[in-house]
């Protein structure tokens, strides 16, 4: 009798162990600093890993962003929760471009992940052709990524019309 009480227990006992018993819930950490989730998930009998840190609009910087597995999904007892940090808000400062040729200009907005927006020409008597008079918005702003600057460039000089003087005294 003891013995099919044993194994009846152990029948029972075995899928529940496999199958939930061996499992804890991860916990919530989102919107935590990292030493604050760090410490929860050990409290929870888990190990933290920091993944990669990403970019949030709504989640200040350094605080947690998203976890895997997210919070409330099973983990094996001793697991690892990898935990993404948040680096803030991706903002780029507007270089200065006045005077640069309008190729590089491009260049420099592109490497701050900026685009380039509308491009007006204007007359310019010192900075020649091609060359950016200013942008809009003015270097220093802070904007997000592919919001795009318009520029102003130099068409050169501006042309002075000369009447025809021919067969007239001098």
Do not use: C
């Amino acid at each position: 009798v003891l013995v099919a009480v044993l194994l009846v227990l152990a029948a029972g006992a075995g899928p529940w162990w496999f199958t939930v018993g061996r499992y804890t819930p991860s916990p919530a950490v989102l919107g935590l600093t990292e030493a604050e989730a760090v410490d929860r998930l050990q409290k929870a009998g888990l190990e933290a890993e920091i993944g990669q840190p990403a970019y949030s609009e709504n989640v200040p910087a350094d605080q947690v962003l998203a976890s895997s597995p997210e919070p409330g999904e099973k983990v094996l007892d001793g697991g690892t929760v990898t935990l993404t940090l948040s680096l803030g808000r991706e903002r780029y400062d507007v270089p200065r471009l006045g005077g640069r040729p309008l190729e590089r200009a491009e260049t420099m907005l592109s490497n701050r992940n900026l685009a380039v927006g509308s491009t007006t020409e204007r007359f310019h008597d010192e900075l020649p052709t091609g060359s950016v008079l200013r942008s809009d918005p003015e270097p220093g702003t802070s904007l997000r990524p592919d919001t795009p600057v318009d520029l102003v460039v130099s068409k050169g000089p501006k042309p002075i019309t000369v009447r025809d003087f021919t067969g007239e005294p001098a």
